[in-house]
């Protein structure tokens, strides 16, 4: 039998890359599939029809991470449509590709607001509906533990708290059987993180395997933690970025 038979999970972010590599992943193995984009609906849909093409089940739903309304409106519409709901996977980030000092307030809130308040809301949502045997996984970073370059300062910071949203949480849901666990990927070739182009010369450098990693590789362990053998796996901060924190 999948590994994921009878399972409901809710994937932010999931149109395109990391996201919508989990959401194919999830679906492989078995699970009920709802996911969240933000504006691209037509690539949304593909991923839905991909899914379908396949034999599974998957429902695009546009939520914005840095409304709260929408992100509760989507865990709604995720247990109203499947059921019940077992696996969140929180991946819906964004960063500010410039330094610091010349990233405005408005470009740090929406960082602040995606990454980190729409996490925590999204989280709360799903805890209503989460029983046992519940997964709760973030999508961190390795910068979130190690600062690699310049040029990531609030991004960093976000997923930073990420991490320690992980741990703490960790504590405080293990009793009804939920665990929470921060995947920290490391560069990823995306939209967000093309391995093309002069920013991926060193991050590509600071890896030992001396590559770029892809959005498969992260579904993969995404998908081993909403498993049943990560059972005993909680609180933990799970790296996959071909070294670069090594
Ligand atoms: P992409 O930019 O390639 O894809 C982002 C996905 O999230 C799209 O489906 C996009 O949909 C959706 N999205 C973007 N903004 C919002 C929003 N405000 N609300 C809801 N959905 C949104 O990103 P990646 O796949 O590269 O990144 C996914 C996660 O992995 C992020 O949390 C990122 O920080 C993390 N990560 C990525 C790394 C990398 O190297 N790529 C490295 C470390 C961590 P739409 O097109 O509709 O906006």
């Not at 093409?53 to 739903?61: D, E, M, N, S, V």
């Not at 405080?172 to 939209?191: A, F, H, L, S, W």
């Not at 579904?219 to 090594?246: C, K, Q, R």
Request: net charge neutral; aromatic share 4%; hydrophobic share 45%.
């Amino acid at each position: 039998m999948s590994k994921l038979a009878n399972k409901v999970a809710l994937v932010t972010g999931g149109s395109r890359g990391i996201g919508a590599a989990t959401v194919k992943r999830l679906a492989a193995d078995g699970a009920n599939v709802a996911f969240t984009y933000a504006k691209d609906a037509s690539a949304a849909s593909a991923v839905v029809k991909a899914i379908e093409l396949g034999g599974g089940k998957a429902i695009a739903i546009q939520a914005d991470a840095a409304n709260v309304g929408a992100v509760k409106a989507a865990v709604e519409k995720t247990v109203a449509t499947f059921g019940r709901l077992d696996v969140l996977v929180n991946n819906a980030g964004t960063a500010i590709p410039k330094s610091f000092e010349e990233a405005t307030q408005e470009e740090i809130d929406r960082v602040i607001d995606i990454n980190v308040r729409g996490v925590l809301a999204t989280t709360q949502a799903a805890l209503k509906h989460l029983g046992d045997g519940g997964r709760i996984i973030n999508i961190g970073s390795c910068v979130g533990e190690r600062a690699a370059a310049p040029g990531l300062v609030p991004y960093a910071a976000t997923k930073g708290a990420v991490k320690m949203f992980t741990q703490a949480l960790s504590r405080e849901v293990g009793g009804r059987g939920i665990t929470v666990n921060n995947v920290q990927p490391g560069p990823i070739d995306t939209d967000l993180n093309p391995a093309s182009g002069d920013w991926a010369v060193p991050q590509k450098a600071a890896t030992a395997l001396d590559r770029y990693g892809r959005v498969e590789e992260i579904a993969a362990m995404v998908a081993f933690i909403a498993g049943p053998e990560s059972s005993y796996i909680t609180g933990a901060n799970l790296t996959v970025d071909g070294g670069m924190n090594a």
